[in-house]
């Protein structure tokens, strides 16, 4: 096994461990990490559509509809109507769901508080020095592989 690969898989098995120790944080708030991610964006910026959500969150439109369909039937959050666009709606927090998602960010803010919180100054700006060159990464990654391929003509 190369260096890379062996650090790919830590990397992977750490990603599922955080993964789990934050649904695990955020369960006992009442929330998933699904529902967590569009309360906390919606409190940075309400009024988004749920094409504007799925974007900013990595998801389909239809993951998105089922997941605010699931939030307004818990009264966290409510659909208004665009007025320029009678099929679209904007989404927007209710009180309920304002204090929910701010118990789901005293959650992962607790979780970041036991973790990356107790890490020396020093490593933790080396450690998000190697994940902005990681991400980096991938995105040249992705965007080589989206690129148009030349056919080579004989």
Same mark, same amino acid.
């Given at each position: ?11 992977? /098995?750490?990603?599922?461990? $955080?993964? &789990?120790?934050?649904?695990? %944080?955020?369960? *006992?708030?009442?929330?998933?990490? !699904? =529902? ?49 666009? /009678?099929?679209?709606?904007? $989404?927007? &927090?209710?009180?309920?769901? %304002?204090?929910? *998602?701010?118990?789901?960010?005293? !959650? =992962? ?46």
């Amino acid at each position: 096994m190369t260096d890379a690969s062996r650090v790919w898989f830590r990397f992977v /098995r750490l990603e599922t461990r $955080i993964r &789990l120790a934050v649904t695990n %944080r955020l369960k *006992a708030v009442g929330l998933s990490i !699904a =529902q967590c991610d569009v309360l906390t964006t919606l409190t940075e910026r309400e009024g988004l559509s749920q094409q504007d959500l799925a974007e900013r969150l990595y998801v389909t439109k239809g993951n998105i509809s089922g997941l605010i369909d699931r939030l307004a039937a818990a009264g966290l959050v409510e659909r208004r109507t665009i007025a320029s666009d /009678r099929r679209s709606h904007a $989404i927007f &927090l209710t009180p309920a769901g %304002r204090i929910a *998602a701010q118990k789901g960010i005293e !959650a =992962q803010q607790g979780f970041v508080d036991d973790t990356l919180g107790r890490m020396p100054p020093a490593e933790l700006a080396e450690f998000e020095r190697l994940l902005i060159s990681s991400r980096d990464l991938v995105r040249a990654s992705e965007a080589s592989q989206s690129a148009p391929r030349k056919i080579k003509r004989a």
